[in-house]
């Protein structure tokens, strides 16, 4: 599409080039702080954003996994909220795990589920409170 540039813009801290604008954008916005201010408004924006690469969604590869992480800090503690274990995590608000799982979702849609399931963590506790997670919003 027009607003994808056609020369790398910016370096990322590997010192790799990228073609993706807004990685440094999409990183910080991911913060606790920033992300648990105001969810849902940082959601759509960053939806919005990843939307731009769906036709090349492999120019997000090198920011993926970062990416990734920073949702999975919101995500994994309410998959163990209220599952009896003695997590040190602790859950966020409910805005604030949708809004998550909302930029996880479309990262989902533009790169492709088998692209993204690399990056996710792959504990057999996590298998467990998916699980659980699966069998309560039935």
């Avoid at 590869?61 to 998959?79: A, G, R, T």
Wanted: aromatic share 8%; charged share 30%; with cysteine.
């Amino acid at each position: 599409p027009c607003c994808l540039p056609s020369q790398p813009v910016n370096m990322d801290d590997r010192g790799s080039s990228s073609f993706v604008r807004e990685a440094a954008e999409i990183e910080q916005s991911l913060s606790a702080g920033i992300f648990t201010k105001d969810a849902a408004r940082t959601a759509d924006r960053l939806a919005k954003t990843l939307e731009k690469y769906q036709e090349q969604s492999e120019l997000l590869d090198p920011h993926l996994e970062k990416i990734i992480n920073k949702l999975m800090v919101f995500i994994l503690p309410s998959l163990s909220a209220g599952s009896g274990s003695d997590s040190k995590e602790t859950a966020f608000p409910d805005e604030v795990v949708r809004g998550a799982w909302r930029v996880f979702y479309e990262i989902c849609k533009t790169r492709g589920y088998k692209t993204v399931t690399g990056f996710l963590p792959h504990k057999v506790h996590h298998l467990e409170a998916v699980l659980r997670l699966l069998v309560r919003e039935k």
